[in-house]
């Protein structure tokens, strides 16, 4: 059983940054695709970015593109996403997710991934 902890949320003002970080525990996950969603209140949890399993192919939503940037350090066993030029519609519960993929593919969907973390708040004021 892989369990996922967010971590890095918090209050920053518009144009301002942050950088999450997910460490899985229980296993390496070396061999997993690793994503990134946002939930705002009131609506869905929608794809934010995601990386493969070796970091040589990366995904972005395009609300995104740019601002943010996903990137994992394997010997630690952690996934970022780094987050610039925040602005209040970034406001989130931000989840990492996991899944077993030893591809090339990026993996969009919520529906793709098998483990989720609780989640990291984010607040972007203006």
């Known amino acids: 059983q892989v369990q996922l902890v967010e971590s890095g949320g918090g209050l920053v003002q518009a144009g301002g940054s942050l950088r999450l970080s997910c460490a899985p525990s229980?296993?390496?996950?070396?061999?997993?695709?690793m994503g990134w969603f946002r939930q705002a209140p009131g609506k869905e949890r929608d794809f934010v970015a995601t990386?493969?399993?070796?970091?040589?192919?990366?995904g972005y939503a395009d609300s995104v593109k740019g601002r943010f940037t996903i990137s994992r350090d394997n010997a630690k066993n952690t996934v970022y996403l780094q987050m610039n030029s925040l602005n209040p519609e970034d406001t989130a519960v931000y989840y990492c997710?996991?899944?077993?993929?030893?591809?090339?593919?990026?993996?969009?969907?919520?529906?793709?991934?098998?483990?989720w973390g609780p989640g990291t708040q984010v607040t972007v004021s203006s």
């Open positions: 997710a996991a899944r077993s993929a030893s591809d090339t593919n990026v993996y969009t969907e919520r529906h793709d991934y098998t483990y």
């Open positions: 229980g296993r390496t996950f070396s061999f997993y695709a």
């Open positions: 990386i493969n399993w070796n970091g040589g192919r990366t």
